[in-house]
């Protein structure tokens, strides 16, 4: 079992609908949690930082990390064209000197 | 301010000939870590270096190796190619140490084909 768990999808949405991402995992010690965005092509951008539980919200994109249930999730609302791109989860634990990444969810927002 | 710069952007070599990969952190950050991407494995972290000195190293054979320079730039060496080498090779940077849980900033890659 892969310590990041993430559906590569594919994912296809109209635009302006709403979408969730969600990964698991099982490293308890896992305290920082991300998401990257990357295009086909280009390396991994980070769009969502955060630490321990609760939820983060930046413009269209919001967060949430429940450590409890080893459960995060990132939300798009109103999605654009723009946001078809490859999403993945990554996180890490106060000393790790390495990140685990989630395979990727590709997501297709059609106009 | 200019991000992570990664050259060559694509190279094709031949199995058994040997590589070297060229990354340029944004300027001030002293953490360099290399990875792989393949649509298999995903990411899989390969090494981390701070201050010229390798940090971390992840389950890589010894064929991958690299350095870091004094000023801050890094390069990653990978000998006696193989089918399977063929990736992305991502160089992410940070300000101190990844175990810091800095935030990595990505640059756009090395796509390697080994054939």
């Known amino acids: 079992q892969k310590e990041v768990e993430q559906d590569p999808g594919p994912l296809s949405v109209p635009e302006g609908a709403i979408v969730s991402l969600n990964c698991t995992y099982s490293n308890s010690a896992f305290q920082y949690f991300m998401w990257y965005r990357q295009y086909s092509r280009k390396g991994p951008e980070l769009l969502m930082y955060t630490y321990s539980s609760g939820n983060k919200e930046d413009g269209r994109f919001t967060a949430q990390v429940d450590k409890s249930s080893k459960y995060i999730s990132l939300f798009i609302r109103d999605s654009q064209p723009s946001d078809s791109a490859t999403y993945l989860c990554a996180m890490s634990g106060y000393n790790n000197n390495d990140m685990r990444f989630g395979a990727g969810t590709r997501l297709t927002v059609k106009p | 301010k200019a991000g992570v710069t990664q050259t060559p952007r694509y190279l094709i070599k031949t199995r058994g000939q040997q590589v070297t990969l060229s990354c340029s952190p944004i300027s001030g950050h002293r953490s360099v870590s290399w990875y792989q991407q393949t649509p298999g494995q995903g990411l899989q972290f390969l090494f981390e270096?701070?201050?010229?000195?390798?940090?971390n190293k992840g389950n890589f054979p010894g064929r991958f190796s690299g350095r870091q320079f004094s000023n801050s730039r890094s390069e990653m060496n990978v000998s006696t190619l193989e089918l399977g080498d063929s990736a992305l090779y991502l160089c992410a940077s940070s300000w101190t140490r990844q175990g810091r849980n800095e935030k990595l900033f990505f640059g756009s890659g090395t796509q390697l084909s080994v054939l």
């Open positions: 270096y701070f201050s010229e000195t390798q940090r």
